[in-house]
């Protein structure tokens, strides 16, 4: 299973555009990459999910190099209410679904006014 | 609309004292986990099922124990917990044959052991 690697925090201020680096060397061939935000005492939350190039929604992009050895989480113009943890899960969503999903240590957003 | 659903939200047991968590889902999916949250740190998973197959992680304690009677509920037992226990204990699910299924999680139940 490959093992992510990501900053233990960051700082930003209202407004800014935040980026979130995480690193998968490991990552296999079936691998999906997902990024998920979790707030206190609430389970983690999906944000957005690829496996190659750039994906988009309403809430975040996701570039993929062409290596796929690392993702960037973009989040425009952050406010206060996008204070959480950042994790970064890489996986095999195969159909079995018998790959574990192990979570890497997150990052830790602060959002300042 | 919660989808997958934790009972209950909070837990406080005694030393030793077993103790049992609830998870229940209504998206029809075949895979359910089990983690182990504790303060400041990363989801740690426990333990797995694909449908009825259980799927333990090797460093999982013998002290804990899962049942999955149907698709949509599944439990978390702790046989005799320790103050090393207290956690959030998070259920989440997904669809086992969509390979791009993300993880729905409940929010949790912490438990504190006394």
């Known amino acids: 299973l490959a093992k992510t690697t990501q900053p233990i925090s960051m700082d930003s201020y209202e407004g800014q555009e935040v980026n979130i680096t995480c690193s998968h060397n490991?990552?296999?061939?079936?691998?999906?990459i997902t990024w998920y935000q979790q707030f206190p005492s609430q389970g983690p939350r999906f944000i957005i999910q690829g496996y190659k190039t750039k994906v988009t929604n309403e809430v975040a992009s996701l570039f993929i190099p062409a290596d796929r050895k690392s993702s960037t989480l973009s989040l425009p113009r952050v406010s206060l209410s996008d204070t959480a943890v950042y994790y970064c899960?890489?996986?095999?969503?195969?159909?079995?679904?018998?790959?574990?999903?192990?979570f890497g240590s997150g990052t830790r957003l602060q959002v300042q006014p | 609309d919660a989808m997958v659903i934790q009972n209950p939200r909070y837990q406080v047991t005694q030393f030793g004292k077993p103790v049992t968590l609830s998870c229940s889902q209504t998206?029809?999916?075949?895979?359910m986990y089990w983690y182990q949250q504790k303060s400041s740190q990363a989801p740690k998973l426990l333990f797995h099922y694909y449908d009825k197959d259980f799927n333990n992680e090797a460093d999982t304690p013998d002290n804990f124990q899962s049942r999955r009677p149907n698709t949509s509920f599944c439990f978390l037992d702790i046989r005799s917990p320790g103050l090393g226990d207290a956690a959030m204990y998070l259920c989440a699910t997904r669809i086992g044959t969509a390979d791009n299924s993300p993880l729905h999680f409940g929010n949790g139940t912490r438990l504190t052991v006394t």
């Open positions: 490991n990552i296999a061939t079936n691998d999906y």
């Open positions: 998206l029809n999916h075949n895979v």
């Open positions: 899960l890489v996986g095999d969503m195969g159909a079995e679904g018998r790959r574990a999903l192990t």
